[in-house]
C-alpha cells in the first residue's frame, strides 16, 4: 500500500521534464519506488516546517524559510532567497462588546482560541497572533446588529426584499461562500458601519447538535476563529505593477485607499460561540430557511438589534521583509525553458495543510529528482521550485516576483505548476488552464489512488465528478493567479480533498493532519507523483 500509493503530484511534470539515455520508463519506476524516499521523510518535512506559528513577516517564518533554503541546498540544488520588502499588516489591539436587552448583562468577547487537553503545541500557544483581518481598517464602531447570512450580493437583495435597512448597522456574517474581503466590501457598499464574520456550526463544526470537534473529531471546535486578509487586490498593495524592491517607489496611504482594495469600514472574524451568543441578541423578521443554521440551532432572525456590539480595532502596517526561496535544477536539452513549481511557505497559525501540506510535497519532489541525477537521469527544461512567501495577506510573494521577472516568464516559461493546500482529505481535485487538462488526465491514470488501490486516481476522481473533472483558474485563490492573469504562464491547481473545517485557525496543525487529513501520509506521497509526470 505504501508504494502504490506512492504515486500524484509528480505524474503531471515528466512530460515537461525527461532528457536522458535510458528511457523515460525507467526514470518514472524510480522515481515512485520506495528506495528514493519514504512516507517518513514527506512527515518530517511537515512536522518541522509546523512546530511553530508562522505569520508572513515573522521570525518564525524566516527560520522556516531557512529551514526550505537548507533542504534544497542539501540536494545540490542550487537555491538562494529572493527578498522584497512589502507593506504587511498586523493587530495592536481589538475589543467586542454586546449589550443585549435587559435583565441580560452585557458580554465582553475574549476573543481567543482555547487550547485543547493534550495539546502538544500548547508551550508555543502564545505565538499564535491574536485574531484579526489583516488590513483590516482601524476604528471604532457601534450599532445594532444585523444579520446578512453569507454576506453575498444577492444576500443585501433579499433582506431589501425584507424591507430591512442595513445602513447604520454593524453586520454579522457566516464564512463560506464567497471570500472573505469580498463580504467587507458588500457590507461597506451596503451601508454598514462595521463587520462581524463568524464560524457557522452548520459549515463548518459538523452540523452542529451532538457532533464532536477536533481533536477528537475533524470539525471546528466552538471557539475556533477563521482568520485572513481582507485585502482584495495582488501582490504589495504599495506597489501595484512592480517589484517591491528596497527604496523603490510606493503609493501613499492616501493613494491606496483610493485604489479600492483595501476596506473601508473595520471587521472581525469571532468564532462559533460567539457568533451564536451574538445571534442570540437578534430579534426581528425570522431569516429565510436557507439561513438558519445547523441541527439543533437557535431560529436566526435578521434584525437589525436589539442587540448593539461595540467594535473596536487597531492595526499597524508596517514595511516587512519577506523571503521567497528559489532552487534550480537547469535543463540540459532545453535550460532556456522554464517548467515552474510552486507553493507557499507562511500560514496564518501552524499551517499543516495550508498550506505546508504542499511544502513538504515540494521538498519530497526536490529530493527525488535530486537522487534521479546520481542515477543519470537530466530534465529536458530547466525546473524552477518556488516556496513562496506571504501568499496569506494577498498572494504577496509570487506576485512580487513575477512583477519582477515578467519579461523572461512570459517568453520562457512553459508551465507553472501550484500546489497550495495539498492535502485535506480523500479524492483528487484538479484546475487547470485549457492547455494541460489532457496532461493532468494522462499523469492521473499512472498513478494508484492513495485510498483504493484497486484503481487509478483518474478512475476514482472520473467517478465522482458530477460535472466536468478539471476546473478552471479564476480570482485569486493562490499563487498561480499572477503567472495566469499577468503573464499569461499555462498552469495547474492541484490537491488531494476539498475544503476542510479548521481553516485558517489554530488547530490547523500537524495532530489534526495526521489523525484526519492523511493518517499514513498516502495522499502526500500520492499527491507528488501526480505533480512529477505533469
Given at each position: 500500500m505504501l508504494k502504490a500509493a506512492t504515486t500524484t503530484f509528480i505524474a503531471i511534470v515528466t512530460s515537461f521534464l525527461f532528457f536522458s539515455s535510458p528511457p523515460k520508463?525507467?526514470?518514472?519506476?524510480?522515481?515512485?519506488?520506495?528506495?528514493?524516499?519514504?512516507?517518513?521523510?514527506?512527515?518530517?518535512?511537515?512536522?518541522i516546517l509546523t512546530r511553530r506559528p508562522h505569520v508572513a513577516g515573522t521570525q518564525a517564518n524566516a527560520e522556516a524559510a531557512a529551514y526550505v533554503l537548507s533542504i534544497l541546498t542539501s540536494y545540490n540544488i542550487g537555491s538562494h532567497i529572493a527578498s522584497y520588502d512589502v507593506l504587511l499588516s498586523y493587530p495592536v489591539s481589538r475589543s467586542l462588546?454586546?449589550?443585549?436587552?435587559?435583565?441580560?448583562?452585557?458580554?465582553?468577547?475574549?476573543?481567543?482560541?482555547?487550547?485543547?487537553?493534550?495539546?502538544?503545541?500548547?508551550?508555543?500557544?502564545?505565538?499564535?497572533?491574536?485574531?484579526f483581518h489583516a488590513y483590516a481598517k482601524s476604528g471604532t464602531v457601534s450599532g445594532p446588529v444585523l444579520y446578512v447570512n453569507y454576506g453575498r450580493v444577492e444576500d443585501y437583495m433579499t433582506l431589501k426584499e425584507m424591507g430591512v435597512n442595513v445602513t447604520n448597522n454593524v453586520v454579522l456574517a457566516r464564512y463560506g461562500q464567497i471570500y472573505r474581503g469580498d463580504i467587507v466590501s458588500n457590507a461597506y457598499e451596503a451601508g454598514a458601519t462595521g463587520v462581524i464574520i463568524y464560524t457557522d456550526r452548520k459549515d463548518y463544526g459538523g452540523g452542529g447538535g451532538d457532533?464532536?470537534?477536533?481533536?477528537?473529531?475533524?470539525?471546528?471546535?466552538?471557539?475556533?476563529?477563521?482568520?485572513?486578509?481582507?485585502?482584495?487586490?495582488?501582490?504589495?498593495?504599495?506597489?501595484?505593477?512592480?517589484?517591491?524592491?528596497?527604496?523603490?517607489?510606493?503609493?501613499?496611504?492616501?493613494?491606496?485607499?483610493?485604489?479600492?482594495?483595501?476596506?473601508?469600514?473595520?471587521?472581525?472574524?469571532?468564532?462559533?460561540?460567539?457568533?451564536?451568543?451574538?445571534?442570540?441578541?437578534?430579534a426581528g423578521q425570522i431569516a429565510n430557511d436557507d439561513w438558519q443554521g445547523g441541527k439543533d440551532a437557535p431560529v436566526y432572525r435578521?434584525?437589525?438589534?436589539?442587540?448593539?456590539?461595540?467594535?473596536?480595532?487597531?492595526?499597524?502596517?508596517?514595511?516587512?521583509?519577506?523571503?521567497?526561496?528559489?532552487?534550480?535544477?537547469?535543463?540540459?536539452?532545453?535550460?532556456?525553458?522554464?517548467?515552474?513549481?510552486?507553493?507557499?511557505?507562511d500560514a496564518w497559525t501552524f499551517g499543516a495543510v495550508d498550506p505546508n501540506s504542499g511544502t513538504a510535497a515540494l521538498l519530497e519532489i526536490a529530493q527525488r529528482l535530486q537522487k534521479l541525477q546520481k542515477k543519470g537521469w537530466k530534465p529536458r527544461r530547466t525546473i524552477v521550485f518556488c516556496n513562496w512567501d506571504a501568499e496569506e495577506y494577498g498572494l504577496v510573494g509570487s506576485t512580487e516576483w513575477v512583477e519582477e521577472n515578467r519579461e523572461i516568464l512570459a517568453s520562457r516559461a512553459v508551465a507553472y505548476l501550484n500546489v497550495d493546500c495539498a492535502v485535506t482529505g480523500a479524492g483528487f481535485h484538479a484546475s487547470a488552464t485549457p492547455q494541460l487538462d489532457e496532461l493532468i488526465k494522462q499523469a492521473t491514470q499512472q498513478v494508484q489512488d492513495p485510498d483504493n488501490s484497486s484503481q487509478t486516481i483518474f478512475d476514482s476522481w472520473a467517478a465522482s465528478s458530477n460535472g466536468p473533472m478539471i476546473g478552471r483558474l479564476g480570482g485569486g485563490g493562490s499563487d498561480y493567479a499572477s503567472f495566469v492573469q499577468h503573464v499569461g504562464v499555462p498552469a495547474a491547481d492541484m490537491s488531494f480533498g476539498k475544503g476542510y473545517p479548521v481553516y485558517h485557525s489554530m488547530y490547523d496543525d500537524f495532530i489534526w493532519m495526521k489523525k484526519f487529513g492523511d493518517p499514513m501520509f498516502h495522499r502526500h506521497v500520492a499527491g507528488l507523483f501526480s505533480y512529477y509526470f505533469i
Open positions: 520508463s525507467f526514470y518514472h519506476s524510480l522515481f515512485i519506488s520506495d528506495s528514493l524516499a519514504d512516507n517518513a521523510s514527506i512527515s518530517q518535512h511537515l512536522y462588546t454586546l449589550t443585549r436587552p435587559p435583565p441580560n448583562p452585557p458580554i465582553t468577547f475574549d476573543l481567543r482560541q482555547e487550547i485543547y487537553d493534550g495539546d502538544p503545541y500548547a508551550d508555543v500557544a502564545d505565538e499564535v497572533m491574536p485574531t457532533a464532536k470537534w477536533f481533536p477528537d473529531d475533524k470539525w471546528m471546535p466552538p471557539s475556533g476563529v477563521q482568520v485572513g486578509s481582507v485585502f482584495t487586490g495582488p501582490g504589495d498593495p504599495t506597489t501595484p505593477g512592480w517589484p517591491s524592491r528596497g527604496a523603490c517607489e510606493r503609493l501613499s496611504d492616501k493613494e491606496v485607499v483610493k485604489g479600492g482594495d483595501v476596506p473601508l469600514i473595520p471587521s472581525l472574524p469571532v468564532s462559533a460561540a460567539d457568533g451564536e451568543a451574538i445571534l442570540g441578541s437578534i435578521v434584525g437589525p438589534g436589539p442587540g448593539i456590539v461595540n467594535l473596536s480595532y487597531t492595526g499597524k502596517e508596517v514595511i516587512s521583509t519577506i523571503q521567497n526561496v528559489i532552487g534550480v535544477i537547469e535543463g540540459a536539452e532545453e535550460p532556456d525553458r522554464f517548467v515552474i513549481l510552486g507553493n507557499h511557505r
